[in-house]
């Protein structure tokens, strides 16, 4: 093939890629909040989950970057991705000491024991209430982050992005326990 075969293909290609719908297998089901949590300190850490997202697809879902948005004042330790089975008893993660967690009763240690690393996570097809949901690990005295994007490809290689709309505030003003906040009224 000559140059201009390979400028033609070169140009096919770009075009394909350009003109490929963006995949919208995965949703982000929740509203947009904000969970105010007592500050962890700088050392120690703390764990929490921040919503989730829905597979609609008839295939699996491959993560390949969660990122939080907009961190200042605050350092992501590590975010992992937990596939939550329908009508099951364990809904939430909730928000622990420590990164990784530590004093979970047995079935938050079971969920800890079953989330992987976010990134390059599988998320298989789910139907009605099954989700994932991702658990942050972050250290702070005082900060703030979010939303959480997440991109992914589909089963049919195309590439998408949803962003799951929490924002993550840390500080010492921050008094009520997790699910968090609906709001500025958190504040005392």
């Known amino acids: 093939m000559g140059i201009c075969g390979l400028l033609a293909l070169a140009s096919a290609v770009t075009y394909w890629q350009v003109r490929s719908p963006a995949s919208t297998a995965l949703v982000a089901p929740g509203g947009s909040f904000v ?7 700088a050392a120690r850490g703390m764990t929490t989950s ?29 975010i992992s991705a937990l ?9 939430g993660f909730g928000s622990w000491n420590g990164f990784p967690p530590r004093g979970l009763p047995p079935a938050w240690r079971a969920a ?4 992987v690393p976010a990134d390059g996570a599988v998320i ?7 989700y994932t949901g991702f658990i942050i690990g972050f250290a702070a005295v ?24 929490t924002t993550l505030l840390t500080s010492p003003d921050c008094h009520r326990p997790f699910p968090g906040s609906k709001g500025a009224s958190d504040f005392r």
């Open 35 to 41: 969970m105010c949590l007592p500050s962890p300190g």
């Open 50 to 78: 921040i919503e989730e997202v829905h597979n609609r697809s008839d295939q699996p879902v491959r993560i390949v970057k969660v990122e939080l948005l907009r961190a200042t004042g605050l350092r992501v330790l590590g």
């Open 83 to 91: 596939n939550y089975p329908a009508r099951r008893a364990f809904g």
């Open 112 to 115: 800890w024991t079953r989330s």
């Open 124 to 130: 298989p097809p789910q139907a009605g209430d099954e």
């Open 142 to 165: 005082r900060g703030s982050g979010g939303p959480l994007r997440v991109t992914y490809e589909d089963g049919e290689g195309r590439r998408g992005s949803v962003l799951v709309h």
